[in-house]
């Protein structure tokens, strides 16, 4: 039974290269994490979504723009902020 716990090559690699810090069950890579399927998802990105993004920014509207770069404790403040500066003009 797997154990649903994450890791990331970078940002929160295992203790033990390939096994999971609590099981030590061998860790596996998804499928679709690979070179190939991450260039055909930016191409649909740049295709369809970011054209989204400027049509809907060119609308007035409200729109929040969250910087997902920076590590995961800021991406979530950012969030939180936005969304209660949003909730507080509504």
Not at 29 to 57: A, C, G, H, M, W
Not at 76 to 85: F, L
């Amino acid at each position: 039974l797997a154990s649903g716990r994450s890791y990331h090559t970078v940002h929160n690699p295992p203790i033990k290269d390939g096994f999971d810090d609590v099981t030590s069950e061998a860790l596996i890579q998804r499928e679709d994490d690979n070179p190939e399927v991450i260039k055909k998802r930016l191409s649909v990105y740049y295709d369809e979504t970011e054209p989204l993004l400027e049509f809907y920014k060119n609308k007035n509207l409200k729109f929040i723009e969250i910087d997902a770069s920076k590590s995961v404790d800021e991406v979530a403040n950012s969030i939180r902020h936005s969304i209660s500066s949003w909730t507080a003009l509504s």
